[in-house]
């Protein structure tokens, strides 16, 4: 069965940084897209940053271009993201994702096979 597994959160404080793992097990990792969204109190689910099947390209959310570095390693299985100068508006649930059959980086939630069950991020002013 398929399954995606984040880590790496915590509390941190303004300016800081985190990085984020999730693991994938049960699929063929390189033939998914993958994502990182994030979903913060009364708000919905948004899309943070995606990467390419291949790793070859990546695009992000305007609210953390630039501070935000999403990667992936398809021999351990595994996409990161980097979270750098962090706010307090980036307090959230993170969760990773992945779309299945397409060579490309979607935005849409719904369009998403497979999701982990999250990994909080708190950061305090």
């Known amino acids: 069965q398929v399954q995606l597994v984040e880590s790496g959160g915590g509390l941190v404080q303004a300016g800081g940084s985190l990085r984020l793992s999730c693991a994938a097990s049960g699929l063929t990792f390189s033939n998914y897209a993958m994502g990182w969204f994030r979903q913060a109190p009364g708000k919905e689910r948004e899309f943070v940053a995606g990467i390419r099947w291949n790793g070859i390209s990546t695009r992000y959310a305007d609210s953390v271009k630039g501070r935000f570095t999403i990667s992936r390693d398809n021999a351990k299985n595994t996409v990161y993201l980097e979270m750098n100068s962090l706010k307090p508006e980036d307090t959230a649930v993170y969760y990773c994702?992945?779309?299945?059959?397409?060579?490309?980086?979607?935005?849409?939630?719904?369009?998403?096979?497979?999701w982990g069950q999250g990994t909080k991020v708190t950061v305090s002013s």
């Open positions: 994702a992945a779309d299945k059959f397409t060579l490309g980086i979607r935005y849409d939630p719904r369009q998403y096979d497979y």
